[in-house]
C-alpha cells in the first residue's frame, strides 16, 4: 500500500517536473522527484554531547563520525550508501567538490582553506550494506554554546525553514528530557500534513548506562525511566516510542576487536568481576600497581575503559565469567543487546526502514505543496490535494495523531488496538493485529473479520460521538485494506 | 568576602574564638547595665543572637539528574539525601550542625514547622524531599565534622528540569548565601542554559564555584575540564572548577582508603570551603560583632571622659561645658528628619523605586512589543502552547533581571547612607565602626532569606516579589485557555528568547479572514493583561521591598543616632553634676572613672583583636 502511496506521489512529481521545465524552479522540483528513488534520509540529532555521532558509528557498524569528549560535529554531515569512498564538500555558494580526507579510526577531512561555517554540509559516500536502508546525517547539537551550531541544526531539521535538509525522518537522543528537547522536536514536525506528528521520529534515551552511573543494572533503570516517558502524553503526541541505548558501548560492540576480545577475556579469566575493586572507577581501573597487572596493563584497561565505557566493562566481565567458552562474535552480539543498540534496529527497521516509502511521499508532498504555493503552476495544487486526500495511510496518520493527542473518547483497551493497528501502518497484516509474523492466513483473515465487525457496530451504534465514529471509519477502511491484501 | 587580611586558619578554633567574643560581649552587656543604658544592652543583646545564629550557607545547585544530593552526601559524610536514577529533589533540604540527628519538615506557610521525625527514617525524609509530603523544606540537623565549622548546606531542586520559577527561587535566595556550588557532571561540557544560570548567580553571589561530578566513570574529563574553562573565560565568569567523584568518596570512607579519597577530588573543595567560605564569613560575623562591642564601649566612655575632664580641670568648665553642648548639638541634628544621611536616603529610595519600576515596565513593554509583531505574522491557535511557555519564560527572565538590579542598587544605596552618616558622626569620636552596614540589608534579604525563598513566602518581602509573580504566572494558565506544558518550561536559556525561533516557522496558511484577526487581538489583548499584570504585582512587591529597606536603614540610624544623643546629653549632665559635689570626693570620683574606664579599654583591647582594621575604603578620616 506505501509503495501504491510512493508511486501516486511520483507521478504527481513527475508531471510537476514537467510543469516546472524551464522555470526557476526546475532544479528544485528535479530534486525533489529524484529523493523518492533514494533511500529514506534519517536525521540523527539532539542536544550538545548526548553522542549523537557514537550512535551514528553503532549504526553504520564502523568508526566514522569523530567522536571525541568535546564538542566537535560541527558541520551537518551525511552518510550515504554508494560504491566509490568519498567525501563531498557542499558550500553555500559555489559548487560542489570532492575534499581530502584521511582515516585513522574516525574520518578526517581536510577542509583547507574553507571554513566550517561557509559549508552547507558534507557528503560521505561510504560502500556499506548498513546504509543501503537509509541516508543517516549527523547534525551538530542544539543548547550548544556555539550558538550558531545550534541554530543551523534547528534550521536543518524544520521542514518550512529558508534552508531545510529535507530528511524523511529523525532519530532523536537525549539524556533526561529537557525544554531544549521538547522544542526542538516541536521544530521538526511540519505543520501542514499531518500536525504534530510522532510517525518520523524516535527518541532515544542516550548514554543510557550513565544515568544508572555504570551499575550493573544500569540499564534497567534506564528502561524503567524510558517507559515512564513515553506513556507522558507530552512526549507521546512528539515521538513513536523511548529506546535506552548506552552508544558508547554499542559502538565499541559493533567493531569489537579480536584483541579486545582477548585482554577482556585474560580479564575476566584472572577472577575480575563487575565488583572489584580494580573496577570501582576510572582512576582505579587506570592506576598502574594492581594484581592484574601482569594481566592486563594499566595502559590496556584504560584504553579498554575508553572504548567500552566502565559499565561495558564491568558488564563484560559478569557475562564472560558465565560464558567463559565464548567467541569474540558472541560478545559482540550480547554486548549490542545490552547496549540497547539491537533493540533499537529493530525499531529503525520497523518504524523507519519498513514504511520509507510513506515517508518518502509525505516529505515530498509537503515540498512539492511548499512550491506549488509559491509558483503555481496549473492543476498541480489540486492534484496534490487530491492525492493527499485519497492516500488512506495519511489519513492513519492524522487518526493516530488525534489518537494520542487524547481527542477520541475510546475506552483504553480500545484505543491501545487503535493505535497499534494505525502505529503499524504499513507492515503485515498479521504484524499490525499482534499475530506472530508465521501465523496461519486463516487465523489472520478471522480475527480481521472479527475486528472489522467490531468496529462497524461501533461505527452504527447511534450512541458513538461523532469522534469515535471518524476514527471508526479510518480503523474500518484499515482492516478492509488488510483483508484484501490477504486475498491478493 | 575579598577582605584582604589573610585569615586564620579559623576552622578548627572558630568555636573557641567565638566563645571568647561572646564573652567579651557579655562583660560589655554588664557594664553597659551599670551605665544604666539599657539601649546599648539591647544592642548587644541583638548583636550576640546575630553572632551565635551566624554560619556560611553554601547552596547546592545545579541542572536536575547531575548528582547535587550525591555531593551534598559526600560532603557531609552519609546517605542522608535520597539519591535515585530518575526521581529528583523536590523540595530543598537544609542541613546544618547539632550533636544529634533530627529531622523537620517545614510545612506550608504560617503553620508552625512540623517534625517529620527524629530518627532517620529513609522512606518519611525520600518521600518528603520528593514533594510528596505537604513540606515545602526539609531541615536536617546532624553531627556532621564538615557542619561543625559553621557551614550551612542547601541541597536546591533542579534548575532546569522544573518550572521556571525555581530557577528565579534560586536565584533569589543567592544574595544571602555566602557560596554557591553549581554541580555539573564530568560526562559533559557545560551548556548555554547552564552558562546563562551561572552567569546571573555570579552577578549575586561572589562565591561560585564549578564542581563537576562522576568522574569515576568517565575517561574523558580533562578535556571537559579545559572546554568548560574556555566556556566560562568567554562568558566572563570567574569560578573555579573542582572535580569530583562521590562514588570513590563513599568507598573511601568505608574503606579507609587515603589513596582513594584522594582520587575523589573532595579534599580540595571542603579544604576550600572550611577555610575560604566557613572562615571568611565567621570572620566578618565576629568583625560586627566586635565593632559593635567598640562602639558600645566608645559610647560608655564618653560622659565618663567629660566627668573625667571636668574634674581634672574645672578651670576650664565653660569651654568644656560649650564642646559637649556642640557635641550634644550636632548629634541631635543626626537624628532630624533634615540630617543630611535622611536626605541621602530618601533621595536613594525614590531613585531606586524609579530605576526599578521604569526598568520594569521597559523590559515588559519590550516584551509585548516583541510578543505582538509575532502575532502578526502567525495564527494564535496554532502555536499558543509554545507561545506561552515563551511568554513565561521571557518574563521570569526579566523579573530576574529587575531584581538582580534592585539587589545592587539597594546595596548601593545603604553604603552610601553609612558613609553619610559616619561622615556627620565622625566628629562625634570613634564611632567610624558604624559604617559598617553589613546587617542592614538583612532586613531586605534575610539572612534567613534562603528560609523565606524556599517556603515561597513569608519572612521577607523582597522574597514575595518572587512568590507573587509565580502567582501571577499561574494566571496565565486561565489566559492559554490550554493548560500550559508547565513540565517542561525551562532553564533561562538564551537561545529560546528569541521569540523568532521559537515560532518562526509557523506560517499562516491561506485562511486569512477576520476570524483570523479576531484572534490576534484576542491573543494580543490576553499577553498585554499578562504583561500588565507581571508588571503590576511586580511592581507593588518592589515597593513593599523597598519600602521595607528604607525603615530598616532608617531605624537602624536612628536609633544610632539616638545612642550618641543619649550618650552626648549624659557627657553633659555628668560632667556638669560633678562639679556641683564637694571638692574632697573629686579624687575619690577620679579614680574610680579611671578604674571603670581602664575596664573598658581592656575589653575594647580584647574586642579589637577580633576586628582587625579593615584598608576598606574608610569613610572618611576620624577628626
Avoid at chain 2, 193 to 216: G, M, Q, Y
Avoid at chain 2, 234 to 241: E, K, L, Q, V
Wanted: contains cysteine.
Amino acid at each position: 500500500m506505501s509503495n501504491s502511496l510512493l508511486a501516486r506521489t511520483a507521478s504527481v512529481a513527475d508531471r510537476a517536473v514537467a510543469a516546472y521545465a524551464g522555470s526557476p524552479v526546475e532544479a528544485a522540483s528535479v530534486e525533489i522527484r529524484r529523493r523518492l528513488d533514494l533511500p529514506v534520509q534519517v536525521a540523527i540529532a539532539g542536544k550538545v554531547k548526548v553522542g549523537k555521532s557514537t550512535l551514528l558509528n553503532a549504526l553504520v557498524g564502523e568508526e566514522l563520525a569523530p567522536t571525541n569528549a568535546s564538542e566537535c560535529t560541527r558541520i551537518v554531515t551525511w552518510y550515504r550508501r554508494a560504491e566509490v569512498t568519498q567525501v563531498t564538500a557542499v558550500p553555500y555558494q559555489g559548487s560542489p567538490h570532492p575534499v581530502a580526507f584521511s582515516r585513522n579510526g574516525a574520518l578526517d577531512v581536510e577542509l583547507g582553506a574553507e571554513s566550517a561555517e561557509s559549508l552547507r554540509w558534507l557528503m560521505v559516500d561510504w560502500p556499506t550494506e548498513r546504509l543501503r536502508a537509509m541516508t543517516l546525517v549527523d547534525t551538530p547539537g542544539i543548547a550548544s554554546l556555539s550558538t550558531d551550531l545550534s541554530q543551523r541544526t534547528t534550521a536543518f531539521l524544520d521542514p518550512t525553514s529558508e534552508d531545510p535538509g529535507t530528511v524523511d525522518a529523525v532519530i532523536y537522543l537525549m539524556r533526561h528530557m529537557h525544554t531544549a528537547d521538547v522544542r526542538l522536536l516541536e521544530s521538526f514536525h511540519d505543520h501542514d500534513l499531518a500536525q504534530p506528528n510522532p510517525v518520523n521520529c524516535i527518541a532515544v534515551l542516550s548514554r543510557a548506562d550513565e544515568i544508572g552511573v555504570c551499575r550493573l543494572d544500569a540499564m534497567k533503570s534506564a528502561h524503567a525511566i524510558a517507559d515512564r516517558y513515553i506513556v507522558q502524553p507530552s512526549i507521546r503526541r512528539l515521538v513513536q516510542d523511548v529506546v535506552p541505548v548506552a552508544g558508547l558501548l554499542a559502538q565499541a560492540a559493533v567493531s569489537l576487536r579480536e584483541e579486545e576480545f582477548r585482554f577482556l577475556r585474560s580479564m575476566a579469566q584472572a577472577g575480575v568481576r563487575s565488583n572489584s575493586p580494580v573496577l570501582g572507577s576510572v582512576q582505579e581501573l587506570s592506576a598502574a600497581d594492581t594484581e592484574i597487572d601482569d594481566v592486563v596493563s594499566a595502559s590496556v584497561r584504560r584504553a579498554l575503559v575508553e572504548r567500552f565505557g566502565l559499565f561495558g566493562v564491568r558488564w563484560a566481565m559478569e557475562w564472560l565469567s558465565r560464558a567463559p567458552e565464548a567467541t569474540a562474535t558472541e560478545l559482540a552480539e550480547a554486548l549490542a543487546k545490552v547496549s540497547g543498540l539491537t533493540h533499537l534496529r529493530e525499531i529503525v527497521m520497523q518504524q523507519i526502514a519498513a514504511r520509507s516509502g510513506l515517508l518518502k511521499a509525505r516529505s515530498a508532498m509537503t515540498a512539492l505543496t511548499r512550491l506549488a504555493a509559491t509558483n503555481p503552476v496549473n492543476g498541480l495544487s489540486e492534484e496534490l490535494e487530491a492525492l493527499a486526500a485519497g492516500a488512506h495511510e495519511l489519513a492513519e496518520l492524522r487518526m493516530l495523531n488525534a489518537l494520542r493527542l487524547g481527542a477520541v473518547p475510546l475506552k483504553d483497551d480500545q484505543l491501545a488496538e487503535a493505535e497499534q493497528i494505525l502505529e503499524r501502518s504499513g507492515q503485515a497484516a498479521a504484524a499490525r493485529i499482534g499475530l506472530p509474523p508465521d501465523a496461519e492466513v486463516g487465523e489472520v483473515r478471522r480475527k480481521l473479520l472479527a475486528s472489522l465487525e467490531t468496529w462497524q457496530k461501533r461505527a452504527e451504534n447511534p450512541l458513538s460521538k461523532q469522534a469515535v465514529v471518524d476514527a471508526c471509519r479510518v480503523l474500518i477502511r484499515s482492516y478492509e485494506g488488510m483483508l484484501t491484501d490477504l486475498a491478493g | 568576602m575579598t577582605a584582604p587580611n589573610p585569615t586564620p586558619a579559623a576552622a578548627p578554633d572558630a568555636g573557641k574564638q567565638r566563645g571568647e567574643l561572646i564573652k567579651v560581649m557579655a562583660a560589655a552587656a554588664t557594664a553597659a547595665q551599670n551605665g544604666k543604658r539599657g539601649d546599648l544592652v539591647k544592642k548587644l543583646q541583638s548583636a550576640t543572637a546575630r553572632l551565635t545564629s551566624s554560619g556560611a550557607r553554601v547552596a547546592v545547585v545545579g541542572e536536575f539528574k547531575k548528582g547535587k544530593s550525591s555531593v551534598v552526601n559526600s560532603l557531609i559524610g552519609g546517605a542522608v539525601c535520597p539519591v535515585d536514577d530518575d526521581i529528583s529533589t523536590a523540595v530543598p533540604t537544609v542541613l546544618r550542625y547539632a550533636d544529634t540527628l533530627s529531622i523537620t519538615g517545614v510545612a506550608l506557610e504560617g503553620e508552625p514547622p512540623k517534625e517529620v521525625a527524629k530518627e532517620l527514617s529513609k522512606e518519611q525524609m525520600g518521600k518528603a524531599i520528593r514533594g510528596a509530603g505537604d513540606f515545602q523544606r526539609v531541615e536536617i540537623a546532624l553531627p556532621s565534622p564538615l557542619l561543625k565549622t559553621g557551614l550551612v548546606v542547601i541541597d536546591t531542586p533542579g534548575v532546569g528540569g522544573l518550572q521556571s520559577e525555581h530557577a528565579l527561587r534560586t536565584l533569589a535566595m543567592l544574595p544571602s548565601v555566602h557560596a554557591l556550588l553549581f554541580v555539573s557532571d564530568a560526562t559533559q561540557e557545560l551548556t548555554a542554559p547552564e552558562i546563562a544560570f551561572l552567569a546571573n548567580a555570579r552577578r549575586l553571589c561572589s562565591n561560585v564555584v564549578c564542581v563537576l561530578a562522576k568522574t569515576d566513570i568517565f575517561p574523558f574529563v580533562d578535556a571537559v575540564v579545559e572546554a568548560n574553562q574556555k566556556h566560562l573565560t568567554n562568558a566572563g565568569i570567574a569560578a573555579p572548577m573542582m572535580t569530583v567523584s562521590c562514588e570513590l568518596r563513599a568507598r573511601a570512607r568505608a574503606a579507609k582508603d587515603p589513596v582513594l579519597g584522594e582520587a575523589s577530588g573532595f579534599g580540595p573543595l571542603e579544604a576550600m570551603l572550611v577555610t575560604r567560605i566557613a572562615a571568611n564569613a565567621e570572620a566578618l560575623a565576629m568583625r560586627a560583632a566586635a565593632a559593635d562591642v567598640l562602639s558600645v564601649l566608645d559610647q560608655l566612655s564618653k560622659p565618663l571622659a567629660a566627668v573625667r575632664e571636668a574634674l581634672k580641670t574645672p578651670e576650664n568648665q565653660a569651654e568644656l561645658q560649650a564642646n559637649l553642648e556642640a557635641a550634644k548639638h550636632r548629634a541631635e541634628s543626626l537624628r532630624a528628619q533634615t540630617a543630611k544621611w535622611q536626605m541621602v536616603l530618601s533621595d536613594g529610595v525614590m531613585d531606586l523605586q524609579n530605576e526599578v519600576d521604569h526598568d520594569m515596565r521597559a523590559r515588559m513593554r519590550a516584551i509585548s512589543q516583541e510578543a505582538e509583531a509575532s502575532l502578526d505574522q502567525s495564527d494564535p491557535v496554532k502555536m499558543w502552547d509554545e507561545f506561552g511557555q515563551w511568554l513565561e519564560t521571557r518574563v521570569v527572565y526579566d523579573v530576574t533581571e529587575n531584581y538582580v538590579m534592585f539587589t545592587q542598587h539597594a546595596l548601593a544605596l545603604t553604603e552610601r547612607v553609612g558613609a553619610m552618616f559616619a561622615e556627620d558622626a565622625a566628629d562625634l569620636g570613634e564611632v567610624a565602626n558604624v559604617a559598617a552596614p553589613t546587617h542592614l540589608l538583612d532586613k531586605v534579604i534575610d539572612p534567613e532569606l534562603p528560609k523565606a525563598a524556599l517556603q515561597g513566602g513569608g519572612g521577607s518581602a523582597a522574597i514575595s516579589l518572587f512568590r507573587n509573580t509565580y502567582s501571577g504566572m499561574s494566571m496565565f494558565g486561565a489566559l492559554g485557555g490550554q493548560g500550559m506544558m508547565h513540565i517542561f518550561t525551562g532553564a533561562m536559556n538564551p537561545l529560546t528568547l528569541g521569540l523568532g525561533l521559537v515560532l518562526g516557522s509557523r506560517s499562516v496558511s491561506d485562511e486569512h479572514t477576520r476570524q483570523l484577526e479576531a484572534r490576534r487581538n484576542h491573543a494580543k489583548a490576553a499577553v498585554r493583561k499578562y504583561t500588565d499584570e507581571a508588571s503590576f504585582v511586580v511592581g507593588k512587591d518592589s515597593r513593599d521591598a523597598i519600602r521595607t529597606l528604607q525603615r530598616s536603614v532608617r531605624d537602624t540610624y536612628s536609633a544610632l543616632a539616638e545612642e550618641l544623643v543619649r550618650s552626648t546629653t549624659t557627657a553633659v549632665q555628668q560632667a556638669t553634676a560633678a562639679l556641683q559635689g564637694a571638692q574632697q570626693d573629686h579624687q575619690k570620683k577620679l579614680q574610680a572613672i579611671d578604674a571603670t574606664l581602664k575596664a573598658y579599654q581592656t575589653l575594647a583591647a580584647q574586642a579589637a583583636k577580633f576586628a582587625p582594621p579593615v584598608a576598606k575604603a574608610a569613610p572618611k578620616a576620624t577628626g
